[in-house]
């Protein structure tokens, strides 16, 4: 769909914290990027930079969303699991209703053997304190066992969806980290992930500063005397 | 994509109530078939029946959501409103969000004009104190002034989506009166036609009885004894 | 359960607004009074005095609640239509639930018929646009076409309720106008009425005023002045 | 505070909807411009324009907010009813919590005798079937009967606040109609107030087309074509 | 009420997850059996089975429910934490409302040395610091340290209630594990216990397959091939 | 702004649970004391005692709120940071709005190193996984990445807010543990800390007795019979 990803982009984005890319996006116009509810299952796990590939969910209906759906090979979830490309992010569109699963375990864990580089959910994701122990990066509401049958019917995949009030267009890079996960336009991941990338140089010099006592006044953002400051800095090799 | 709706269940379906519908469905298994939250904004309007056709809108992006978008004749909302056949539905997924509108006043206008039976959405409707006065019948979550943009993204058409909760396939046939809009699929309308009929005339007869002082039991529902005194009434032509 | 309210104090009640009781109980150390979204379904019907007879719901079971339940006489919703007294009011607790109905038409139009006071549901009503031509008070969240029997199993018959996040007690004193409905602990009803039809004959009072052209310092409350002049405007005979 | 918007601008806004106020806005890069959950008690109701002037609640406290305070010629909100400009608009921050009134019929009355324009509420209003009779437009969440110091703390007058999710800062151009309210900067008031009447010329032209039978596509947004067609029925003096 | 669980079902119960408990009540056509909102406070604690025991509570009213009602050996609160039987879950119904406890680290520790299996809320608890390390199943929508007499009147004990959304009959069984807690009607445990330990058996046959690297499909439902590897792995002992 | 709290008072208020806290107000007359939806970034930090400074945000506008507010030095976030005094606690009115950020990682290492209390917010952090390793107390309703500007505008400091519901005056004593925060008003906070501290003490008895298999019945609330009890194991240094 759009050209992969860099992959010195790719390194930069899983260094950089979804703060600092939601001021990038700010900068560029936009506003909604950050996946609301969507919280790691293990705060502690593994960042997690990727292309979407995306589920689309519709309500349930009780005749057609039953058990044995899941044995049909064209099912959209289970199809999913198993063709979203290595290196991807599955971003699943729930409606943002976590009263049921919208996968679990087994399938989260097949995703990760298979190299897949996450998964979001706005819904909720079931076995939840297995997810939590696996090193893979998942999103969502919160855990919830109820199959996912109950409230929600697979309607297609790779189609453009909403995420937890975010638009999520096939290709979009998804990143996330211990606070959640940020949507960034394919067309300008390049440049977010270059200027996110100097914001967080930058922001690791002001730490050190505030740590150091020095007010924020002057320091965040920088005057003219803290530019010259953090040059030095920059070239003294830190 | 179905086989049209015949004209005598259209009929049928211009005069039972949506409560009927709703019992008529919950006894084939289907429970979630009443589209949440949109109300009509005329509530003295004409009934409305007809086949569904989507719009599926998911969350603006500023970059790609801006005026100059509606000149575009494949605009998708610009689109369905000159696509949307004659007698069908057009049926709006806004996520369920009404803090902008869907559509407004002209469009909908344009869709009386061209003979489309009415108007669904979950999210909100503009220029409402005028479309209250249209004999056209439209559903939605509110009069909510605010241009489509700012929140939602039109992205395709026809496909299946969520509306107030409840699941609209292409071709399912929506049917609205004063208290809402009920979905009925497409391959038992029919048959769910003609049942609701005949419920229809059993509770106008209970009705007469309750006006005259008879008490439900054995009344509403019917034991032996009522449905032979029912009978006797619809001999006799009511 | 309690004596009942004496004819004068019912027509007290008749003749005052809800907002003038919560002020009455409020200064009774009780803020929690109001059933919150309760409507009148035709908010020009007429106003509805009378103690509560309530119904409670807890969430539906698939394999309880079905059609045929209604068919029994104990079913705790058919057997409330047919045993609430006549003056009495039938407050239904749907757990702030209006997805679906909590009555209909029917079973509205009996208790009409049998001379109860009035309903009062914090769920939803389904056959609305019926109810609403009825000349009878009939409160909740909105018209809602799904049949109760989808989200509600009907528990007991008069026991302590929340309807609308108040808590009613069997025997309470519900107030209903153009507003929305009061509950007033049965122990103060009679002396609730007596002081909420004084404070009303003091407010027509300050209204006359206001229109007059007169400021709300000391008026609204009132200073001597005005307790003066508003002793004068009664004695003549106002 | 600034300069008092134009005799001209205000008829102008008198005529336009909020809907076509939204677009205005929305070219000038203001996409939260729209009162949430604010209607007119009274959709038939006169239109509204004025500047705002505010009055700030917060969560009540039981030991500050009792009946006794109203007494006080200092307490906000009874001090707003007195001093707020003839012409303006008293625009009330609730944290859009309805539960409780935020005004009633007297106070409203005063300020429709002293020449107010009108009030815009983000909670409740009580005494609502008797101020939907006013001739004076008064917005809110719904009709509310519980005094309002049961929730809210009076807390100062004309700072800016949010209402109903949007800033408001004293003397913006507060626009309601039979839809609801629209805030304008009031820096911008003038400028938008004239090219909103020239959006609604051209819409009334589109809308004469479009019962007409005319197609949307290149009538709404015009192409050449019906500029020029639109140019030649203005100077018609239509 | 029901004849107790066996020894052997309970075990079983101890053992399977809440997700696969969701399935098998699926398969029966209960769909609405998962505690909404329901979280373990100390996620890594025991799991919970045990029979329900329920605690009804209402909004409360502030003559009522006042601090000396404590005293009272009738008062349903105090009455239940002392009369649970050992084994048993005490399950409360607060309208999900978590703006106050429910009950807190006294009550909770009484229960726990009395031989209580559990405690489900679906308000909040107090003292959620402590209850978090206590080896004791509570589940709640969060900590919530206000007492419970500002938003709960205590009515009664045993009857059935909703919690979290979900019909709760005193004696259906309730199963937490670190997800959330599920309802299994009490006539269905036994049979439901059984399918449950025979579905996670097979999920781990499946679990281990998918780490070694085989796809879902033919495997997650399984295809003939699957059920006879599985039939094979469980005959070797595993 | 009211005479500072005394080192006792601060000492008893550290080593109190909130859920005591709420009693003792309860027991005064304040019901509405527990900021709703705040939680600790870092559960297992240092509890926080401190009087209220505070930051109101009201919606932002997009045409004054861009990054470059920031550099101002009047801007009342960044002026908040600077000056709120070492030992009070900063409380910020986001209006219960946690899209976005209300501060970060920096601006709270700052105010950590200034010897600030600890801070609050209705509204989000950013950095949370960072502020979650602070020795620093930190309460907000999540982690959230978006910078503040595109919701909140800062409006102005130490006014009366609302935070999570509660009135917030400049000066309240806000005391914070694992569980949450609690503003206690300033002109009781002596002896609010002295009689939580006293009830804590008979708290840790109860606790004790329960521990060794006392019923709750007589212990807690206590018969005369454990008040002298208590009292010989006060006396007996505990």
């Known amino acids: 769909m759009t050209s992969p990803l860099s992959e010195a982009a790719r390194n930069a984005l899983l260094g950089v914290s979804t703060a600092t890319l939601t001021t990038q996006l700010f900068k560029r116009g936009l506003r909604n990027v950050f996946v609301q509810g969507a919280r790691p299952l293990n705060p502690n796990g593994p960042p997690m930079v990727g292309p979407a590939y995306t589920l689309r969910y519709i309500p349930a209906r009780e005749d057609l969303d039953t058990l044995d759906v899941f044995a049909d090979r064209t099912h959209p979830q289970r199809k999913a699991v198993e063709d979203v490309p290595a290196?991807?992010?599955?971003?699943?569109?729930?409606?943002?209703?976590?009263?049921?699963?919208?996968?679990?375990?087994?399938?989260?864990?097949?995703?990760?053997?298979?190299?897949?580089?996450?998964?979001?959910?706005?819904?909720?994701?079931?076995?939840?304190?297995?997810?939590?122990?696996?090193?893979?990066?998942?999103?969502?509401?919160?855990?919830?066992?109820?199959?996912?049958?109950?409230?929600?019917?697979?309607?297609?995949?790779?189609?453009?969806?909403?995420?937890?009030?975010?638009p999520v267009f096939p290709g979009d890079i998804m990143?996330?980290?211990?606070?959640?996960?940020?949507?960034?336009?394919?067309?300008?991941?390049?440049?977010?992930?270059?200027?996110?990338?100097?914001?967080?140089?930058?922001?690791?010099?002001?730490?050190?500063?505030?740590?150091?006592?020095?007010?924020?006044?002057?320091?965040?953002?920088p005057n003219e005397e803290t530019k010259q400051a953090f040059a030095a800095w920059k070239a003294k090799g830190k």
Do not use: W
Request: with cysteine.
């Open 175 to 221: 990143v996330g980290d211990g606070e959640g996960v940020v949507v960034i336009p394919a067309a300008i991941a390049e440049e977010v992930a270059h200027d996110a990338a100097a914001q967080d140089v930058f922001e690791t010099f002001v730490m050190e500063r505030v740590r150091a006592g020095q007010q924020t006044f002057g320091l965040y953002p």
């Open 87 to 166: 290196g991807s992010v599955l971003v699943m569109d729930c409606r943002g209703d976590a009263s049921v699963a919208s996968a679990g375990g087994i399938l989260l864990t097949r995703m990760m053997v298979r190299g897949v580089a996450g998964v979001v959910s706005d819904g909720g994701l079931r076995d939840s304190p297995e997810i939590a122990r696996l090193p893979f990066p998942a999103y969502c509401r919160g855990g919830s066992a109820p199959v996912n049958l109950i409230k929600h019917h697979a309607a297609d995949l790779n189609v453009p969806i909403g995420c937890g009030g975010v």
